[in-house]
C-alpha cells in the first residue's frame, strides 16, 4: 500500500478518536453508527451527570484525586475546565465529593474510553475494507 | 446529596451496572436492534448482579468467620 493511504488512514483513525472524546459516541457518529452513537452518548453523559448530582462538582478534584481525575478526563475535555475551576475551590459543595459521586464520574470516563477504543478499530476495520475495494 | 453508609446505599450499585451493561453490550453486538440490544443488556446485567450477590455472601461469610467464630473458639475478640 503506498505511503499516503497509510497517513491519511493514521490521520482518519486521529480524528475519530478525538471526535469520540470530544463527544461521548461522537466517532461512531461520525462513521455513520447513528443508533451505537446515541446509546453511548446518553448513558456516558447521564453517567457522568449522577455523579456530579450525588457528589457536587467537588468530584472533579486534579489536585487531591489524580488517578480518579485521569479516569474522569476520559470523559470529555470539558473535564479538565471543570477540574480547573474546582482546583480553585471556589465553589459550594452540596454533597460528600468523594466515594459514589467519583466512583460514577470515573466510570463514565473508562466506559468513554472503551468507546473511544472501539470507534478507532472500528474506523481501522472500515479503512483496511476500503482500501481493499 | 446525602448517602448514607448502611445497606441501602448498596443500591446504587444497580445504575451503574446497567451504564456498563448498556455501553459495553453498545460496543459489542453487530448492530443494535432495539428488542435484541435490551434483551443482551439485560442478560448482562443480570450475571453481574448474581455474580457480585454471590461474591457479597461469600465475602459476608469469610468476615463471619473471621470477627465471630475463630475469636470464640480462639476464647477472646478479634478486636
Given at each position: 500500500m503506498p505511503q499516503t493511504w497509510k497517513?491519511?488512514?493514521?490521520?482518519?483513525?486521529?480524528?475519530?478518536?478525538?471526535?469520540?472524546?470530544?463527544?461521548?459516541?461522537?466517532?461512531?457518529?461520525?462513521?455513520?453508527?447513528?443508533?451505537?452513537?446515541?446509546?453511548?452518548?446518553?448513558?456516558?453523559?447521564?453517567?457522568?451527570?449522577?455523579?456530579?448530582h450525588v457528589?457536587?462538582?467537588?468530584?472533579?478534584?486534579?489536585?487531591?484525586?489524580?488517578?480518579?481525575?485521569?479516569?474522569?478526563?476520559?470523559?470529555?475535555?470539558?473535564?479538565?475546565?471543570?477540574?480547573?475551576?474546582?482546583?480553585?475551590?471556589?465553589?459550594?459543595v452540596f454533597g460528600r465529593a468523594g466515594e459514589i459521586g467519583q466512583i460514577?464520574?470515573?466510570?463514565?470516563?473508562?466506559?468513554?474510553?472503551?468507546?473511544?477504543?472501539?470507534?478507532?478499530y472500528t474506523a481501522h476495520l472500515l479503512g483496511l475494507k476500503g482500501a481493499r475495494a | 446529596m446525602r448517602i448514607d453508609t448502611n445497606a441501602a446505599s448498596m443500591l446504587w450499585l444497580i445504575p451503574l451496572v446497567v451504564a456498563i451493561a448498556v455501553v459495553y453490550k453498545a460496543t459489542k453486538v453487530h448492530q443494535i436492534r432495539a428488542k435484541a440490544f435490551a434483551k443482551e443488556t439485560a442478560l448482562l446485567i443480570g450475571s453481574i448482579m448474581v455474580f457480585i450477590t454471590v461474591a457479597a455472601f461469600i465475602l459476608y461469610g469469610v468476615a463471619w468467620l473471621v470477627t465471630e467464630q475463630l475469636p470464640a473458639m480462639a476464647g477472646g475478640s478479634a478486636f
Open positions: 497517513d491519511n488512514h493514521a490521520f482518519f483513525l486521529i480524528v475519530i478518536g478525538l471526535l469520540a472524546w470530544v463527544v461521548p459516541g461522537g466517532g461512531h457518529f461520525a462513521l455513520n453508527e447513528r443508533r451505537r452513537a446515541i446509546v453511548i452518548c446518553v448513558t456516558v453523559i447521564v453517567t457522568f451527570l449522577v455523579g456530579l457528589g457536587s462538582i467537588g468530584v472533579i478534584d486534579p489536585v487531591n484525586a489524580k488517578p480518579w481525575y485521569v479516569a474522569q478526563l476520559m470523559n470529555s475535555p470539558a473535564v479538565f475546565f471543570l477540574g480547573q475551576f474546582s482546583a480553585s475551590g471556589q465553589f459550594p460514577y464520574t470515573s466510570i463514565a470516563g473508562l466506559l468513554n474510553l472503551l468507546c473511544i477504543v472501539n470507534a478507532v | -
